[in-house]
Nanobody
């Protein structure tokens, strides 16, 4: 099983980005999918999650600015990020977990918010 993220980059404060996570070797619909992020020197934190049924949860710091979604046909999960702030700068990781607690991590994609 493999997760491959894309869509990161450099963006100005107030800008937007869309991250994508393409899954292979697993049936996406069986997994809770999440986005985590980690800045150097800080712990990895969960940003947003979407259940197999579509229920979404968000970290307080991104509520109202980020939207997580999934397309089980395309085996892809998205993170739409808007009104980006310098504090959003981090490596963003895609994460999959099934009901047996099998976990898969992506390799990460860098998001830098700076003027």
């Amino acid at each position: 099983a493999q997760l491959v993220e894309s869509g990161g980059g450099l963006v100005q404060p107030g800008g937007s980005l869309r991250l994508s996570c393409v899954a292979s070797g697993l049936v996406l619909g069986r997994y809770v999918m999440s986005w985590y992020r980690q800045d150097p020197g800080k712990e990895r934190e969960v940003v947003a999650s979407v259940s197999s049924g579509g229920g979404q949860t968000y970290a307080d710091s991104v509520k109202g600015r980020f939207t997580i979604s999934r397309d089980n046909v395309k085996n892809t999960v998205y993170l739409e990020m808007s009104r980006l702030e310098p504090n959003d700068t981090a490596v963003y990781y895609c994460h999959a977990r099934d009901w047996l607690q099998n976990i898969v991590w992506g390799q990460g994609t860098q998001v830098t918010v700076s003027s």
